[in-house]
């Protein structure tokens, strides 16, 4: 489903939507918001309309003091839950009828977020990209410390032709955080998309041209595409580094190539010469400083840990004792490995988080608390940190101070997302290791109600209610 212009509407329904839109100027909301969605009930994809609902979405919210005060707003969000989970059902087999739903929702809450999420999933499967990138928009305004969804949001921008507020996105994410692989990664392709639109690749999608008749050299063409594909296939792989090889022996200076064969490299499980090529860069006056150097040369010697898990013969005796032993060298590799980033990158709170997720892992709980508390600040990883936090508190049997924390996260997250989800899950599981039967089942009743196939919730709720 393509998204549709006002001339590709039938003539009834733009009689309506500009009654709409006249409704809208007299600051008559309640009859817009009634002419807008009657349209898009029949015409999803007609983005004008739905860009106009918006405001008047918007527009009444603010006319009525926002949500009205806290009564109000509480009995708001305890109204459209049963609406939210029937958005949710509706995705899978009719995500237009999902998208109307979630319009209810924001006729009388235009910031609710879960409504805002089922939009942009539903614009997903439908291939409608403005739209999409209009409820990823107020997701991120909702919350803006979310890389996950500014990262989507950038995504979605670049989908439509708006490079420069990808970027700015990402910019604006990567202030606090400067050294987030995650965030350079999606600027380092932003960036790439933004100059091949400006340097005329746009008129490939009106079917002008091509890559080869924008570029001069034919096998430039072909090396650019096959670059910009996240995940190579071997062949094109051998053929990069092939040619990366070449190009060094003339540009030995170019560390941006000497990474990017390193990546090739650890890709084809060429590990020692990939190290080689970190080293390289880190012996540079740019590599010596730069965290994510550190991160690239780690991960390449945990997958060699991991090929030679796989090359071992599953057949032979003592199969299961020399792989044992390789995770348990490569669990204490990675801790050595993080302390040493944490000693050299003090205030590095991504790193910090790193090495108290790798105390979890390693069982070593007052380690990684003592890594957490410090990591808490982390805003990209803040609410991910209170959980682990209070994952440590319930292991050492100090489940108040676990509920405490889940509780104040929870309260920092607004979407109901799968990190929501684990949150009240396992608040849930803490009130009842507190023998807080209700409250643990008031939590997972909030899970069943949206997501019945979530872990073991099903059942516990299920069991509950066969024993009444």
Avoid: W
Avoid at 251 to 279: G, H, I, M, W
């Amino acid at each position: 489903m393509a998204e549709k212009i006002l001339s590709e509407i039938s003539r009834d329904l733009r009689a309506v939507y500009q009654k709409g839109s006249d409704a809208l100027a007299r600051e008559n909301y309640d009859y817009a918001l009634d002419l807008f969605n009657q349209v898009l009930a029949k015409e999803p994809a007609f983005f004008d309309c739905r860009k106009a609902l918006r405001s008047a979405q918007i527009k009444k919210s603010n006319s009525t003091g926002g949500s009205g005060g806290f009564f109000k707003k509480a009995f708001s969000s305890v109204g459209s839950s049963p609406l939210v989970a029937k958005g949710q059902m509706a995705l899978r087999n009719n995500p237009a009828e999902a998208m109307h739903i979630a319009e209810q929702i924001l006729n009388g809450d235009p910031n609710n977020s879960s409504a805002h999420k089922i939009i942009a999933e539903a614009a997903a499967t439908l291939e409608l990209p403005r739209t999409r990138a209009q409820a990823l928009d107020a997701l991120v305004k909702n919350s803006p410390k979310d890389k996950a969804l500014a990262i989507q949001l950038s995504e979605a921008l670049g989908e439509i032709g708006e490079e420069t507020r990808a970027e700015k996105v990402l910019l604006d994410l990567a202030r606090s955080a400067p050294n987030d692989p995650d965030l350079a990664k999606a600027l380092k392709n932003v960036s790439a998309h933004k100059t091949l639109s400006q340097g005329g690749y746009e008129t490939l999608a009106g079917g002008q041209g091509s890559y080869r008749d924008i570029l001069k050299d034919k096998n430039e063409a072909v090396s650019l595409e096959q670059e910009k594909r996240v995940q190579k296939t071997e062949d094109v792989a051998a053929r990069l580094i092939q040619e990366y090889e070449t190009r060094l022996q003339t540009e030995p200076a170019n560390l941006k190539l000497v990474r990017s064969l390193a990546e090739l490299c650890t890709q084809k499980n060429q590990f020692d010469r990939a190290l080689e090529l970190y080293e390289r860069i880190k012996s540079s006056e740019l590599g010596a400083n730069d965290p994510t150097l550190d991160r690239a040369m780690a991960e390449t010697r945990i997958r060699k840990m991991d090929a030679a898990a796989a090359e071992l013969n599953p057949f032979e005796a003592g199969h299961a004792e020399k792989v044992a032993q390789i995770q348990a060298d490569k669990v204490a590799f990675q801790i050595t490995e993080c302390q040493k980033r944490v000693e050299k990158f003090p205030t590095d709170l991504g790193i910090r988080f790193e090495m108290g997720a790798l105390y979890f892992q390693a069982g070593k709980l007052s380690e990684a608390i003592q890594e957490f508390q410090k990591a808490e600040n982390y805003p990209h990883k803040r609410i991910a940190t209170m959980n682990y936090l209070a994952q440590c508190f319930a292991r050492r049997k100090m489940p108040d101070m676990a509920a405490r924390k889940l509780q104040a996260a929870l309260k920092e997250k607004p979407v109901f997302d799968e990190e929501k989800k684990e949150l009240i899950y396992n608040l849930g599981c803490v009130f009842e290791s507190m023998g807080k039967k209700e409250e643990a089942l008031e939590q997972l009743k909030q899970i069943y109600e949206v997501d019945i196939g979530y872990r073991d919730v099903a059942a516990k709720v299920d069991a509950y209610y066969a024993g009444q």
